[in-house]
């Protein structure tokens, strides 16, 4: 654990070291800000509560997310250091787990310093702050969710561009899995697949965590959507690590 | 796993009965059709610098790459003080220091901060931590720039921390794929002091393709053409294969031909 908790460490330095952290937060802020405020009608609605800003949340994080796994693993390739990193003595799981800590930490990070919303909603009313508490946990369990597609897609490639391009598309098809317009086209062309698209949407879970609902079973749905990408992985950087 | 060190410390050449600190049999690497290594077997002991020379293309980075348990070989095996570097890739890696080809850092780390972060990788940690990274730092002369930021430096400085990094944990097997390349002449020079001094301690393999290196510090040469190994010996009797006498001619003589 110490190992994995020191590469982690280094990858999150590596984030603040470099300006892509400033660009990364600014860009989330903005981008949340301008969504809640404008396009959810925050302030029209009169009611005290975060709901305009949970909207948007996961679209943000569908951007923004593969932007930051797209270097995890491309980054190392193109800098040798993959060859650097194994063979130190660290197992790969070791890297992989160490890497997403990192850039989980990192959007647990961002995701804090929305803390203003929070005070301005309880200073223009009296929201209900365990529905908003819940939200926020969503919210982080769906960033680690598409951190951990996003990584996967890094390790699949060496170019960081087509890394972004699949972890934006393969987040996308998780996140509209149970959208009418995929649901219904599979549901009546083969009806099984239907029946499992509306299980694994992150949408549906995630507006389960902002109606105030921590459900065990939504717990589990993401650290077996994680546990599984971050599994895949492990096999593609063991299989593609000296390509 | 001693055994079968022990078993195999009949290597072809010096090692007063001691086990072989590397041992490599029938290391082969295919790239679909393309073969980049080819049954290559070679055992180094304690006290021995092998130099490891070929073309380029010829396959030292792959054999160094797949000693190092980075790249999985199609057939063979490699062992590090007795321990497979596939199936006990950990155990193996902790006894080895490794300096890759091109002797990759992470650009955006300080020199200190990234001999820091090596050595907790390595299981250091308080007043053991610092004293390692310190002795790393004299080794190979970068206190001066400890705290720059490794993009930074000059291609010699660069070389000098992957250098530093492979010496960190004063490993038994030391791995180094060209450490003197890029490095200016008085660079050169240290780098081959420093190996000299720890020759009698360790089992080194260094590859390059700078022949007045081979004189310098190894005390056995291995010549690798087209994925085979062609010529195993030391310098001198290697020297002695040529009417000239000259290392570069028998270099030219045994790669031209395999390659032909």
């Known amino acids: 654990m110490s190992t994995t908790l020191t590469i982690a460490e280094r990858e999150l330095r590596g984030y603040f070291a470099t300006p892509v952290a400033t660009v990364f937060i600014v860009i989330f802020l903005v981008l949340q800000g301008a969504l809640t405020f404008n396009l959810g009608g925050f302030f ?67 995701l804090l310093l929305t803390f203003p919303f929070v005070i301005a909603v309880n200073i ?16 982080l369990l769906v960033a680690g969710a598409f951190l951990s597609v996003g990584a996967a897609m ?32 599979l549901s009546h062309t083969v009806p099984a697949l239907g029946e499992f698209t509306r299980r694994v949407a992150i949408i549906d879970r995630f507006n389960d965590f902002t109606r105030g609902i921590i459900a065990l079973r939504d717990l589990i749905y993401f650290a077996t959507f994680i546990g599984f990408f971050l599994f895949l992985n492990t096999v593609l950087v063991d299989q593609r690590k000296a390509d | 796993m001693a055994n079968r060190a ?85 155990a193996a890696r902790r006894l080895l220091g490794f300096l890759p080809e091109g002797s990759p850092t992470y650009p955006e780390m300080t020199v200190e901060g990234f001999l820091r972060f090596c050595a907790r990788i390595r299981g250091y940690a308080g007043a053991e931590l610092d004293d390692r990274v310190n002795h790393a730092l004299g080794l190979t002369t970068l206190r001066g720039v400890a ?21 960190l944990h004063d490993p038994p097997v030391l791995v180094l794929d060209e ?18 001094r720890m020759a009698p301690d360790k089992a080194i393999v260094i590859s390059t393709h700078i022949l007045e290196e081979v004189d310098a510090v190894c005390s056995r040469a291995i010549i690798i053409a087209g994925g085979r190994i062609v010529a195993d010996a030391t310098p001198k009797a290697l020297q002695e294969q040529h ?15 395999a390659a032909a």
């Open chain 1, 44 to 110: 029209d609605r009169s009611i005290a509560d975060l709901n305009p800003f949970f909207t948007f949340l996961p679209w943000v994080f569908l951007l923004l997310i593969p932007a930051i796994t797209m270097r995890l693993w491309a980054e190392e390739r193109r800098l040798g250091t993959i060859e650097l990193l194994l063979t130190l003595p660290v197992t790969q799981g070791q890297a992989v787990l160490g890497k997403f800590l990192a850039a989980w930490a990192f959007c647990a990070i961002a």
């Open chain 1, 124 to 139: 223009l009313g009296s929201p209900d702050n365990g529905v908003i508490f819940a939200g926020y946990l969503g919210g």
């Open chain 1, 154 to 185: 890094s390790a699949l490639t060496r170019n960081q561009v087509i890394a972004f391009v699949l972890g934006v598309a393969v987040c996308f098809v998780f996140a509209v899995a149970s959208n009418p317009i995929v649901n219904d086209f």
């Open chain 2, 6 to 90: 022990l078993d195999s410390a009949d290597g072809p050449i010096g090692g007063a009965g001691l086990p072989a600190s590397i041992e490599i049999e029938g290391l082969t690497k295919r790239f679909g059709s393309f073969t980049a290594v080819d049954g290559v077997s070679f055992q180094v002991r304690r006290g021995e610098v092998l130099g490891f020379l070929g073309p380029n293309g010829a396959g030292k980075s792959t054999t160094m790459r797949m000693l190092a348990g980075f790249m999985i070989p199609t057939a063979g095996t490699a062992r590090i003080m007795g321990y497979d570097v596939q199936t006990h890739s950990v």
């Open chain 2, 147 to 167: 705290l720059q930021p490794v993009e930074t430096l000059s291609k010699g400085f660069k070389r000098r921390v992957g250098l530093a990094q492979a010496l």
């Open chain 2, 179 to 196: 450490p003197t390349d890029g490095l200016d002449p008085n660079q050169k020079h240290e780098v081959r002091g420093l190996i000299q």
């Open chain 2, 243 to 257: 009417p000239s006498g000259k290392l570069e001619e028998v270099f030219r003589a045994l790669t031209m031909e």
